[in-house]
């Protein structure tokens, strides 16, 4: 969730100074990196399972909030490669 370089976290960076712009944001860890025994232990995992669920859920989340208007998806690395599939 937090890539660092140095003493810097930029993500969390990202993310504090789209709040000071009245931007939300989103930011959690895959499920194969937040649990990784129980996905380990599922039958079968691919993209949609790893990134795209996870996802979809949380633009739904988003959608739901009274104060939440447009909603743009951006990812990092597999995440932003993800995108224009989710999109």
């Known amino acids: 969730m937090d890539e660092t370089i140095g003493p810097n976290k930029i993500f969390k960076q990202i993310a504090e100074g789209l709040a000071e712009k009245g931007v939300a944001t989103i930011r959690y860890y895959k499920r194969t990196k937040k649990y990784p025994a129980k996905v380990a ?47």
């Open 41 to 87: 232990a599922e039958k079968e995992l691919n993209l949609d399972i790893e990134v795209t669920e996870d996802v979809l859920s949380a633009v739904k989340l988003a959608a739901e909030h009274p104060k939440i208007g447009k909603i743009f998806v951006m990812g990092h690395s597999l995440g932003a490669m993800m995108a224009p599939r989710i999109a």
